[in-house]
């Protein structure tokens, strides 16, 4: 079975919809990285100068390939990921090798 790894740097605020839209569209589950902190094309400056970098939460998502399509568009729909520069990035590798999945191929193969 092949998989894809996702990950989504998502706001705080729409990792709930998120989640909620992956599931949704055919991933049975998330890894979550709570607190991460990145910087975008711009600076993002606030008074006094200071650099504003804000709370984003990373979501780790092994999909089947199959369904990889379907939860990545979820995804960049619910988090608005087209919406503005702002809103977080979403992305997709390619999975060579995976372990520790016996029991989940076994659900997925039965869902179909």
Not at 88 to 111: M, N, Y
């Amino acid at each position: 079975m092949n998989f894809k790894l996702i990950m989504a740097m998502i706001d705080d605020q729409k990792v709930e919809a998120v989640m909620e839209a992956a599931r949704a569209a055919g991933a049975s589950g998330a890894t979550i990285i709570p607190q991460a902190r990145g910087q975008g094309l711009h600076r993002h400056l606030t008074f006094f100068g200071l650099e504003y970098l804000g709370a984003r939460n990373i979501l780790l998502y092994l999909v089947e390939a199959s369904r990889s399509a379907a939860v990545m568009d979820a995804i960049t729909e619910a988090g608005e990921l087209d919406e503005s520069k702002h809103t977080g990035v979403a992305l997709e590798l390619d999975v060579s090798r995976a372990t520790g999945l016996g029991d989940h191929i076994k659900a997925l193969q039965e869902q179909g």
